[in-house]
């Protein structure tokens, strides 16, 4: 079983390359946690999570799916990571949270593809993002070949700096993220996308314009899949292109 959590598309993507090797089951996490599902998951085949990276780890909004449900069937988990450019420390992490669960831990994958944190930095324009996936699609299907075989994923390299930014970096993060920079321009019609984007459901819309509350992981979802562009947030999305993946991998590779 594949699940996946994604704010802008890329993980996604990226599960959607791997099923189409292994066949899996596909999950969208985004949908489990937005409606609140408790129930047990089984599969038979291994466990395999994709998900973004956010502050050199797997989500935290992922783990603690991954702790508070139940799954029966195979014990055998891996972690997919796609990132902007790196995932630091994060197998340390992801082992710890698969090992706390009881599974047997297969290895994390990190897969570089277009960077969406669109209130730090500059996401890229459709062509730099083409390639960037293009060249990810490989990898993808590289890891779908041992995931398939249920073997072990290859080991990546772990330096004393990708310590420092998935332990102090990733705490600081955490401590300041927030949806309070999100606003509204003219150019909102009060469609309600943004609010049935947020897998949090942390947007409420009242008088034909969202409202954003206090349960915010940054995703980018809400603000990056507005129709009419119409969020900002504070001052540093401003013309910014709004980036958001909904290509499907070729299924005839
Ligand atoms: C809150 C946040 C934190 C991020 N942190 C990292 C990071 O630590 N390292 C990195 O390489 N990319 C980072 N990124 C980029 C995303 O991990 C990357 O673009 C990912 O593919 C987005 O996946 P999605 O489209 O499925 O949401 C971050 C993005 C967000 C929104
Ligand atoms: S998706 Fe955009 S246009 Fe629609 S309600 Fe949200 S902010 Fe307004
Ligand atoms: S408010 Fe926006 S950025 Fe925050 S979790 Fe919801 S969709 Fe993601």
Redesign the pocket.
Known sequence: MILYFSGTGNSRYAAQAIQSVTGDELVCLNELIKNNSVDALHSDKPFVFVAPTYAWRMPRVVSAFIESRQFTGSGKAYIVLTCGSDTGNSVQYAKIACEEKGFDFFGLASVVMPENYIAMFKTPEKTKADKIVARALPHLLNIAEHIKKEQPLPSEKVMFVDKLKSNVVNNRFYKSVSAKGFY?TT???????????CSLNN?N?TD???QWGNDCTHCMA?IC???????EYKHKTQGKHRYFNTEVPPSNH
Do not use: Q
């Open positions: 509204t150019a909102c019609n009060g469609c309600g996308k943004c609010a049935e984007l947007i819309i034909s314009k969202p809400c899949g507005c129709p009419m562009e119409a969020i």
